[in-house]
């Protein structure tokens, strides 16, 4: 039960880059620059602790020069002009 939870808790490169939006070479920018880190490297994968994936990408939403941030506001613009 504990380990079903815990792997619940990890996600993969890709599962973070689909959550982020964001490409393999900018996760790894990322990752070098110590703005996200990786509970774990292995050869060609990063683990990262789903808490602080959230943490990050909550953190990319107010910062107006993120590519998320504009996709965001580019998506409740079209929800809220499809509601009127």
Not at 12 to 21: A, F, K, N, P, S
């Amino acid at each position: 039960m504990k380990k079903e939870i815990a792997a619940a808790m990890v996600l993969g490169t890709h599962e973070v880059q689909e959550m982020l939006l964001i490409n393999r070479s900018r996760l790894n920018a990322l990752v070098l620059e110590g703005k996200l880190k990786p509970m774990k490297q292995l050869k060609r994968e990063y683990l990262f602790w789903l808490p602080e994936v959230e943490a990050f990408k909550k953190d990319l939403l107010l910062d107006s020069r993120s590519n998320l941030y504009k996709q965001k506001r580019r998506d409740d613009a079209e929800q809220h002009a499809q509601k009127a």
